[in-house]
């Protein structure tokens, strides 16, 4: 080291903050090493002490309005990121600041309310927590008497109603209130046109709202039973979405889904494969993600294989490798839906009689099932069951009595000793423990079998009398 290095470590030293001075040169107390001394530890948790104590300050002078603006901001965030907790809580917390920023009854408290409803159906699949916040949204909107203040804001608000009535109808679907719900979504639907003559109301922006709407109804129909109109609505979402975003846009996936869902219901099977074929096209073409691919290649290997025709089985089996190599390579072997995809594609050899190649896959299976879920789960239990399967349709009955032997155990602490699964079981054990090729397993022969029979004297009661006509011998 040189002399300057050496005078430079001999003053080392640091600047600090002190009040009511500028900065000072002090004593750091570190050593020529680099180490620090307790002296340096403690200034610097001081400086941080203040920075966090600065912060505070800040935050407690922000009026509660921009607080609001911050915390929706932050919900967006999340939800964007697909964080349930995090964005809900943001949510509350919105609720909390419309309230003190406005007061129970303007119409920014209902909004509120219903971005809260939002997010617990759409981020959490909580139906009727979104119902009660819509409902008292909507109390709020009819108990406020206050005329809108600007041409701006009275389209805030009509904005504010179709949600409300969109979320509200969405919500009672879900809970299978659908006369209420088709009244709601149909009063989002006449609210929307009110909307539509407003002079800033920009043409995508209606075209979004309409898209949502008919999605809702279409959903509606469909748990209706009603087909040709579930198929119709989501026909003409899907011409919204490709007029505003274009025909190869990856929104237009889910609503040929839901298409292809409400073609196979009322039996068009052609159209429903076809519908999956487009979505499958539009995927492949913009790069999507595993999973995407993945859950299309799934429902197009579901298809074929419902066709029953014999053409079809060859495109089944091939959408079904694609799709478990989507699956695996984006979330892992070990992943649920890695394994959901497994036992499907499992199933369907097994319907095509190809019992080796079943049989490999559900054996290589194993380890996973038992790592994610389990020794004493339901999907091990399956897979022995399976594979219990596959050895009685070989014939190999002392194969198929270990499956079934250890997938009832499994349920037997599964599900009880009463339950159905285990007594089907448990039946299916006993006949195999019968079966003559266990028997010359266990080395037992014809002759150990007819000892083993009751005598005919522990049968006949000793009071029977002979050439007797009683119809009960036990009398």
Not at 35 to 47: H, K, M, Y
Not at 119 to 143: N, P, R, S, T, V
Not at 274 to 301: D, M, V
Request: with cysteine.
């Amino acid at each position: 080291m040189s002399s300057t290095e050496e005078d430079l470590n001999s003053e080392g030293s640091s600047r600090i903050y002190s009040p009511g001075a500028e900065t000072q040169y002090c004593d750091t107390g570190t050593s020529s090493g680099g180490t620090e001394t307790p002296s340096t530890l403690n200034g610097s948790a001081r400086v941080r002490r203040k920075q966090r104590n600065a912060l505070k300050e800040v935050a407690i002078m922000i009026v509660p309005e921009e607080k609001l603006a911050q915390a929706e901001q932050r919900a967006r965030m999340h939800s964007a990121n697909h964080k349930e907790v995090p964005a809900v809580q943001e949510l509350v917390r919105c609720v909390a600041l419309a309230r003190i920023s406005f007061g129970d009854f303007h119409w920014r408290m209902a909004h509120a309310h219903i971005n809260l409803a939002k997010g617990y159906l759409h981020l959490k699949g909580q139906a009727l927590q979104a119902k009660q916040h819509c409902e008292k949204a909507k109390d709020i909107m009819y108990a406020n008497t206050q005329l809108p203040a600007s041409e701006e804001e009275r389209g805030e608000i009509l904005r504010c109603l179709i949600t409300m009535f969109l979320t509200l109808g969405q919500a009672l679907t879900g809970l299978e209130n659908l006369k209420e719900a088709e009244q709601s979504l149909l009063k989002s639907e006449k609210v929307a046109d009110e909307l539509r003559r407003a002079e800033e109301v920009t043409q995508e922006e209606m075209r979004q709202v309409d898209t949502e709407i008919n999605l809702a109804l279409g959903r509606l129909h469909v748990k209706e039973g009603r087909w040709g109109e579930a198929v119709a609505s989501y026909q003409r979402a899907l011409q919204l979405v490709q007029l505003g975003k274009g025909d190869k846009s990856t929104e237009c996936v889910s609503v040929y889904q839901d298409l292809a869902a409400a073609e196979l219901a009322r039996g068009g099977h052609d159209e429903h494969v076809q519908y999956l074929l487009q979505a499958h096209s539009i995927l492949l073409t913009n790069a999507p993600s595993g999973e995407e691919e993945g859950k299309i290649a799934l429902a197009l290997a579901e298809a074929h294989t419902s066709s029953g025709r014999a053409e079809d089985h060859d495109m089944a089996e091939h959408y079904y490798q694609q799709s478990l190599q989507c699956y695996q390579a984006a979330v892992g072997p070990e992943h649920p839906l890695s394994i959901s995809v497994l036992d499907s594609y499992s199933r369907f050899l097994i319907l095509a009689k190809n019992y080796q190649a079943a049989s490999k896959l559900l054996q290589e299976s194993l380890p996973a099932k038992l790592s994610t879920f389990g020794d004493f789960s339901a999907e091990v239990d399956e897979t022995y069951r399976l594979l219990g399967g596959i050895e009685l349709a070989q014939g190999r009955q002392k194969a198929a009595f270990k499956k079934f032997k250890k997938c009832l155990e499994i349920q037997t602490l599964l599900y009880g000793s009463q339950h159905k699964k285990t007594r089907a079981t448990q039946q299916t054990v006993q006949l195999l423990s019968k079966s003559p090729e266990l028997a010359l397993a266990e080395g037992r022969t014809a002759a150990d079998h007819l000892k083993q029979r009751p005598l005919f004297c522990a049968v006949i009661p000793k009071h029977s009398i002979s050439g007797g006509t009683k119809g009960n011998v036990y009398d």
